[in-house]
């Protein structure tokens, strides 16, 4: 099936601005090229490599933070129970001295 040369015509003509602005984004694709073409995006491959390896890194130090702050908190805990504990224990024996220096000066004296 032949297409007349008077329709292909009217088609371009009806698609001229489509055309031109895909010519101009072509264009400023061509001018771009040496960017594209930099050692900068020719190395991306081993730089995503690198960054794999230093994401991978990152979750294991993630997950050894979490480990830490788990054990400080129960140190911390333990710690906390302990000072309690203590604390009662001096008051016991202040409350033990307390009593023992009042009946000491209770005691009347012999003469």
Not at 23 to 28: G, K, V
Request: hydrophobic letters at 40%.
């Amino acid at each position: 099936m032949a297409v007349p040369d008077a329709m292909k015509l009217q088609f371009i003509l009806a698609e001229e601005q489509s055309i031109m602005t895909q010519a101009a984004l072509l264009e400023q694709v061509k001018s771009l090229q040496p960017y594209l073409d930099s050692a900068h995006i020719k190395a991306s491959p081993d730089h995503a490599t690198k960054l794999q390896r230093l994401s991978q890194i990152h979750l294991q130090q993630q997950d050894q933070c979490e480990a830490v702050t788990e054990t400080i908190r129960l140190l911390l805990e333990d710690y906390n129970k302990m000072t309690l504990l203590l604390s009662k224990q001096f008051v016991q024996w202040d409350e033990m001295l307390t009593q023992l220096e009042a009946a000491k000066q209770v005691k009347p004296i012999p003469e």
